[in-house]
């Protein structure tokens, strides 16, 4: 049988609000007050830069799915929507609820495990009291999480959106038998490596890619024209050598064995 404390409702957020700020804990403190006894918070991250919705659409996709099922993943990076007529949306997939801004952060992750349903919160009974035009993450996504937490059917939030959801613009990868393959760098991590949109799929069996097979790298904006070795890991290259592998995402990443990017490609 599984624990009481396994069962504790888990709510996520992420955000761009940073640390220093009392937007973090002014959410939490909305969750808490109207679930107190069982709410479980965790923090995926608030060092989100500021306004970058793709950074924290993929920081969502790559991170959601090791939570328990039914966790309730709430997002807010949201430039230029707050207080407009940009949509609240909470989405029921097939193992997880997403909260958030209509402007396409929420969907990689949403799409990725499956949508069920996507519904506009309209529903007023579900924000707090006195909702501000410039803080939804406080008065409208946090007491929403809270009550979904209770057990909130979603259908209760207000209507189904039928029109297409915002998306973000997809990423356009390009492979050729020639040995030719080009992509966004989509994401760059703490430690400075750069993810491609190009995936481990996509190199073996349209390059026939191989361990120790020489790349060249061409960044026309960042005027960088080098060649790197394909390596199983960051340790099969010597310090300070840049290489590409496939990372623990699937995605083909540049990197400098024990070193930032230093400006190669950041």
Not at 164 to 185: C, D, K, M, Y
Request: proline letters at 5%; aromatic letters at 10%.
């Amino acid at each position: 049988m599984r624990s009481e404390a396994l069962m504790r409702p888990i709510i996520t957020l992420l955000t761009d609000f940073g640390y220093e700020s009392y937007f973090v804990p002014s959410m939490k403190g909305v969750i808490l007050s109207l679930n107190p006894p069982s709410a479980v918070i965790i923090d995926i991250t608030h060092a989100i830069p500021q306004f970058n919705v793709y950074k924290a659409a993929f920081t969502l996709w790559a991170s959601y799915k090791y939570f328990p099922r039914d966790t309730i993943h709430v997002v807010v990076v949201d430039p230029g929507g707050v207080g407009t007529s940009r949509r609240a949306i909470a989405i029921k997939t097939r193992n997880y609820y997403f909260v958030g801004p209509d402007n396409g952060v929420l969907m990689m992750a949403a799409e990725d495990d499956g949508i069920i349903e996507i519904r506009a919160i309209e529903n007023r009974e579900f924000m707090r009291p006195v909702v501000s035009s410039t803080f939804h993450g406080r008065d409208i996504f946090a007491p929403v999480a809270a009550y979904l937490s209770l057990g909130l059917d979603i259908s209760l939030l207000g209507p189904r959106v039928t029109d297409p959801p915002v998306r973000l613009q997809g990423i356009t990868n390009r492979v050729s038998r020639g040995g030719f393959a080009s992509s966004a760098i989509i994401y760059i991590d703490h430690f400075g490596n750069a993810y491609t949109g190009i995936r481990e799929s996509d190199l073996g069996g349209v390059l026939g890619l191989e361990y120790g097979n020489e790349l060249r790298i061409v960044i026309p904006r960042r005027n960088v024209d080098l060649k790197v070795r394909f390596l199983r890991s960051y340790g099969y290259a010597n310090e300070g050598e840049a290489l590409a592998l496939i990372n623990s995402e699937g995605f083909l990443e540049l990197s400098i064995n024990r070193q930032l990017c230093s400006k190669v490609w950041c």
